[in-house]
């Protein structure tokens, strides 16, 4: 398994940015698939955006698609996620999570907190 921490959350207003990152150890970092979860308070944890290994193909939830960019960075073993436009509603603990192949994402970081405030 590979061990994550974030980092980069905060507190910004409405239209704010912030930029989230996550540090990986391990050797085989390109070979992750790496993702980006939120669970805001009394819900769910939900998918918010994922980025192969290569870095060449993402996806996005609806809910961020053309606010939020995932990216990474393999020489430094780390994935990104940049937040442009928050909304109050963006306000959840981020998580970011590994995954090889087709399996479920196994390992988590601790989560890095983000407050939008309106």
């Known amino acids: 398994q590979v061990q994550l921490v974030e980092s980069g959350g905060g507190l910004v207003q409405a239209g704010g940015s912030l930029r989230l990152s996550c540090a990986a150890s391990?050797?085989?970092?390109?070979?992750?698939?790496m993702g980006w979860f939120r669970q805001a308070p009394g819900k769910e944890r939900e998918f918010v955006a994922s980025?192969?290994?290569?870095?060449?193909?993402?996806y996005y939830a609806d809910s961020v698609k053309g606010r939020f960019t995932i990216s990474r960075d393999n020489a430094k073993k780390t994935v990104y996620l940049q937040m442009n436009s928050l909304k109050p509603e963006d306000t959840a603990v981020y998580y970011c999570?590994?995954?090889?192949?087709?399996?479920?994402?196994?390992?988590w970081g601790q989560g890095t907190q983000v407050t939008v405030s309106s």
């Open positions: 999570a590994a995954r090889i192949g087709s399996s479920d994402f196994g390992s």
């Open positions: 391990g050797r085989t970092f390109s070979a992750y698939t």
């Open positions: 980025i192969l290994g290569s870095g060449g193909i993402t």
